[in-house]
T-cell receptor, first 114, second 113 residues
Framework: SQKIEQNSEALNIQEGKTATLTCNYTNYSPAYLQWYRQDPGRGPVFLLLIRENEKEKRKERLKVTFDTTLKQSLFHITASQPADSATYLC?????????????FGTGTRLTVIP | NAGVTQTPKFQVLKTGQSMTLQCAQDMNHNSMYWYRQDPGMGLRLIYYSASEGTTDKGEVPNGYNVSRLNKREFSLRLESAAPSQTSVYFCASCRDRVVSEQYFGPGTRLTVT
């Protein structure tokens, strides 16, 4: 069956350092992958979408890579700030059709320590 | 624009009671979704509506029904609530049914005793 694993439940990092979060998947061949941010008590907020033919995507201090051979996506936050503290979720569509009925990982809770 | 709105924010039900969770979006999106989020389980798709007039089951549809009332509104009904349905429920919408980011509402925290 399909499975999504985010490398750790929690990650603590010092302010100014680069945070790297991992999303691994099995039994998928997704057309794309998405990353969301979720703050306590709130709904997820979309951050980035990367397609299977894109190796890397950037948005301000965020960078996402997508390796379809390794079945892995890495999410980087450079020059991390306490305001980046949140839970980060990766999400995949079920197949190559691109349909948006997403499967989500359980998330990694990032804490940036001042 | 309000984005995606959900009502109510909180609800406590007794086992066997029924209720409807309401969701509306003002972004003229075609597709809408209902998820539940439980500790350690992540977000799981209950039902979705790829376009007005269509609905499909997601990963965990048992015990729920949905109605896509019009393009703006997508409701989730629990006919006979069970303690296993205690969860936080999120509604989401997106512009297209493929390759499109989802916009989430603030959630409804439901407790079934």
């Amino acid at each position: 069956s399909q499975k999504i694993e985010q490398n750790s439940e929690a990650l603590n990092i010092q302010e100014g350092k680069t945070a790297t979060l991992t999303c691994n998947y099995t039994n998928y061949s997704p057309a794309y992958l998405q990353w969301y941010r979720q703050d306590p008590g709130r709904g997820p907020v979309f951050l980035l979408l990367i397609r299977e033919n894109e190796k890397e995507k950037r948005k301000e201090r965020l960078k996402v890579t997508f390796d379809t051979t390794l079945k892995q996506s890495l999410f980087h936050i450079t020059a991390s700030q306490p305001a980046d503290s949140a839970t980060y979720l990766c999400a995949l569509p079920p197949d190559q059709t691109g349909a948006n009925n997403l499967f989500f990982g359980t998330g990694t809770r990032l804490t940036v320590i001042p | 624009n309000a984005g995606v709105t959900q009502t109510p924010k909180f609800q406590v039900l007794k086992t066997g009671q029924s209720m409807t969770l309401q969701c509306a979006q003002d972004m003229n999106h075609n597709s809408m979704y209902w998820y539940r989020q439980d500790p350690g389980m992540g977000l799981r798709l209950i039902y979705y509506s790829a376009s007005e007039g269509t609905t499909d089951k997601g990963e965990v549809p048992n015990g729920y029904n949905v109605s896509r009332l019009n393009k703006r509104e997508f409701s989730l009904r629990l006919e006979s609530a069970a303690p296993s349905q205690t969860s936080v429920y999120f509604c989401a919408s997106c512009r297209d049914r493929v390759v499109s980011e989802q916009y989430f509402g603030p959630g409804t925290r439901l407790t079934v005793t």
